[in-house]
């Protein structure tokens, strides 16, 4: 079953403009933080906000906020005023389990959201 | 922050030959690394996980013998393809770091082509 799921393969949106991408996830485990990645066309993997499951707010990092609805297990990614810049493709990642674990650190991707920003 | 190199960035090679991907981090000890793969615009894979000092745990329907993986050291972590084939071509990845609140540390990545 994945555990992680974007349901946008691409998206446009205008220049300065706001967009929001979505993430669902699933787990059982209580203890567990969800992440957004950039990734341009060079590959590198670029980190913009993280969310952990007992975070009683919403992260912001700059332009980015995560709208974390924990009972709908969705962690959508908010980008405001969008850049051209922005245009890449956006990655929502979830690590399980509690910090120490053998398996810690090891990421579950979603399959990724194209964006595009048009001038 | 935290950095994580990764070399080559790109590489090609024949069929047939083998090729050693490298992971070091730079300013931290890491004794746990991922090795992740991609296709072209598809999600990251996780493929395995490389332990300092003993065998790595690949996941299910990664060949062990194909992709072997060494930890030697407490910074670096290597992958090798052995006998490439072109379905082999992707772009490699790997990760460390990354304690409560903080994220995982990528490398550049590795495209590798096999002709």
């Known amino acids: 079953a994945q555990k992680i799921t974007q349901t946008q393969p691409g998206m446009f949106v205008q220049e300065k403009e706001a967009v929001t991408l979505d993430c669902t996830y699933d787990?059982?485990?209580?203890?567990?933080?969800l992440f957004w990645y950039k990734q341009p066309s060079s590959g590198e993997m670029i980190f913009l906000i993280y969310?952990?499951?007992?975070?009683?707010q919403n992260a912001t990092e700059g332009r980015y906020s995560l709208n974390f609805q924990k009972a709908r297990k969705s962690a959508n990614l908010v980008i405001s005023a969008s850049q051209l810049g922005d245009s890449a493709m956006y990655f929502c990642?979830?690590?399980?389990?509690?910090?120490?674990?053998?398996?810690?650190?090891?990421?579950?991707f979603g399959q990724g959201t194209i964006l595009t920003v048009h001038p | 922050g935290a950095v994580v190199s990764q070399h080559p960035s790109w590489v090609i090679c024949k069929s047939g030959t083998s090729v050693k991907i490298e992971c070091r981090s730079l300013?931290?000890?890491?004794?746990?690394m991922f090795w992740y793969r991609q296709f072209p615009k598809q999600s990251l894979m996780l493929m395995a996980t490389?332990?300092?000092?003993?065998?790595?745990?690949?996941e299910q329907g990664v060949e062990k013998d194909k992709f072997l993986i060494n930890h030697a050291s407490l910074t670096l972590s290597t992958l090798t393809v052995t006998s490439a084939h072109p379905e082999d071509s992707s772009f490699y990845i790997c990760?460390?770091?990354?304690?409560?609140?903080?994220?995982?540390?990528f490398g550049q990545g590795t495209r590798l082509t096999v002709v």
């Open positions: 990760s460390a770091g990354g304690g409560p609140n903080t994220e995982a540390f």
């Open positions: 787990t059982s485990d209580p203890s567990y933080g």
């Open positions: 969310q952990g499951s007992y975070d009683q």
């Open positions: 990642a979830m690590r399980e389990g509690p910090a120490g674990g053998t398996s810690y650190g090891k990421l579950t």
């Open positions: 300013d931290f000890q890491a004794t746990t």
């Open positions: 490389s332990n300092e000092g003993s065998k790595a745990t690949y």
